[in-house]
């Protein structure tokens, strides 16, 4: 892998590159744990071994064949009741350097994965450290399936099954600096829901899901200021945490 040259004041200017890891989180919160830590650091390896994503679920993918990477952040401008608007950001910037690179359909599956139509690409993984009422450090790891063309999973996709062609430094690249805009954004305060909202999966359609077992019909009306997913169905609105609702296809 060449050293990464992204067009960032500070995201990816430092680079820890790995050959093999157990996870890109992990390794990042270490380095977090430093006061000295640079701001904007990125990990990123050819394979992990013990990948996590949401849920508790694990992230695997073939060796060499997708990114990888973790970014460590000074969060200490947030309060902790702002951890979503942390998720939006890193969605949007991850998102949008998706879009840069070609993939045109590519969209944001609630809270954050990462869409190719109704085929998930990728996901992000965020995890905070916090101090008092305030967050103090976090890592946002994302994974991006590029050239693997073989999943367990009938929903899983990657980029080159879409029709996306790029290399992983080329997309790592985008990503540092997509991501750095949005940064700078919500550390300038600025709200940027209703922009997550517009390339929000599902948002006022009529879908099916499932909740304590049972299916039911709903739209997608919005997402919480704590990041609850909003239903709305012929009985009731009602707002769902991540382990509450799942998305039938």
Known sequence: MLKLQPKSLFVGQKQIYLPHCHSTNDVASGLGRDDTFTDG????????????????????????????????????????????????????????????????????????????????????????????????????????????????????????????????????????AHFEHFYLELREGRDQREAYLTVLFGLEEEREYVFQDQRFTGTIRGVSSAGQLIVESKLSKKNFDIKEISFCF
């Open 41 to 176: 650091t990125v990990v990123i390896t050819d394979y992990q071994s013990r990948g996590r994503g949401q849920r508790g679920t694990s992230w695997e993918g073939e060796p060499g064949k997708n990114l990888m990477m973790s970014i460590l952040l000074d969060t200490s401008f947030l309060e902790a009741s702002r951890q979503f608007d942390l998720s939006i950001c890193a969605a949007l910037g991850v998102w949008s350097a998706l879009r840069s690179v070609g993939l045109s359909h590519a969209c944001i599956k609630w809270p954050n994965d990462l869409y190719a139509a109704d085929r998930k690409v990728g996901g992000i993984l965020i995890e905070n450290t916090l101090r008092n009422a305030r967050l103090q450090t976090s890592v946002v790891g994302v994974g991006i399936n590029i050239h693997q063309d073989t999943f367990g999973n009938p929903r899983a996709s990657s980029l080159a099954l879409e029709g996306c062609t790029v290399n992983r430094d080329t997309l790592a690249e985008a990503v540092c």
